[in-house]
């Protein structure tokens, strides 16, 4: 995502605004004059601090350059889960009220058929895809949804003029296959219907790609458009390209103690944290790093090597040579 936009998160969320030539033109009548295109990117499961405008360590320069020149929040509430908070962020109504207050993978029995419990939008409330459509943006998004499957369930039913999405929590990041037991196939959709992949899909790339081109084949429309990118990344599978993990090659080897502290500290130098402020105590539960055996340290290093790596990636390289050995460097 770092350099993904070059060609163009649930933890963080950047709203971006945007011209092109097409908002530059005359708008049709009734439309007011000067209104901004809206690029929303929603980065899947992404700490606070993973991106470098909040102090992290992976190359996100792109949408570092988006923070500075516009606002960075510090008092992002959320839900434990990724789809009522994409509800919520989608919404703007309590992810209870919105019908998708938990995720059908882990719902108990006992809520399930509930009120807030539907796990699809209910009927009634309205996406900011729908208000914009309304009032004369084009709409597009590409990414997950996982807001509700079927027919009336999808992006196309909640404002999106065009839509490429997944209608599942995750899928494999190189292949159109399931990431987990619990789906039996990866399924997506274009404008409601079923879709498939191209053979030479990597998830982060091709949405990107994907709504360009959905923004680029309407140019000639003098409306603005509304843009809802939400990545797969950082969500499991954890996957990245050979070329983005090996920028990070012992970049963890000192384990999470140290790298708290190095992100606590820069963020403070960033003004989102209090100068005078002190950095908690580590969870009770919490390992220290050097008892860790060397061996598994050296593998949740390396994990977390391809965790950068996948924040890190550049839309000019998301074409791995060798689909078989990209899939040696997945964690």
């Not at 509430?77 to 994409?86: F, Q, T």
């Not at 399931?178 to 039996?184: E, F, G, I, L, Q």
């Not at 993990?245 to 140290?258: E, I, K, L, P, V």
Request: glycine residues 10%; contains cysteine; charged residues 20%.
């Amino acid at each position: 995502m770092g350099g993904t936009w070059r060609g163009l998160a649930a933890a963080v969320t950047l709203l971006a605004v945007a011209s092109s030539a097409g908002a530059q033109n005359a708008p049709p009548a009734g439309a007011s004059v000067g209104r901004p295109n809206i690029v929303l990117i929603l980065i899947d499961d992404a700490g606070f601090t993973d991106l470098g405008a909040y102090g992290g360590e992976a190359r996100t320069a792109n949408i570092d350059a988006l923070a500075q020149r516009g606002v960075r929040f510090s008092n992002y509430h959320s839900s434990p889960l990724c789809s009522p908070s994409r509800a919520m962020l989608l919404t703007g109504v309590d992810n209870h009220r919105t019908g998708v207050a938990t995720i059908g993978e882990v719902i108990p029995p006992s809520q399930r058929g509930e009120p807030g419990y539907s796990l699809h939008l209910e009927p009634g409330v309205t996406t900011i895809a729908s208000r914009l459509q309304a009032s004369g943006y084009r709409t597009y998004m590409t990414g997950k949804w996982h807001l509700g499957d079927g027919p009336g369930q999808l992006p196309n039913s909640h404002g999106f003029d065009r839509s490429f999405a997944l209608e599942a929590s995750g899928a494999d990041n190189w292949e159109q296959k399931p990431y987990m037991p619990y789906y039996a196939h990866a399924d997506w959709y274009e404008d409601g219907a079923p879709a498939t992949l191209p053979s030479d899909f990597y998830s982060s790339r091709f949405l990107v790609d994907q709504m360009i081109d959905y923004i680029d084949s309407e140019r000639a429309d003098a409306r603005p458009f509304f843009a809802y990118v939400a990545f797969q990344a950082v969500h499991i599978p954890v996957q990245a390209p050979r070329e983005d993990t090996a920028r990070y090659r012992g970049r963890y080897d000192q384990g999470w103690t140290a790298l708290r502290e190095q992100r606590f500290r820069r963020a403070q130098e960033l003004d989102l944290v209090p100068a005078q402020a002190e950095l908690g105590a580590s969870p009770p539960h919490a390992r220290n790093w050097q008892d860790v055996e060397p061996g598994e340290r050296a593998l949740l290093a390396r994990s977390m090597e391809v965790h950068a790596g996948m924040l890190d990636l550049d839309g000019s390289k998301h074409r791995p040579p060798d689909r078989a050995s990209a899939r040696n460097w997945r964690a």
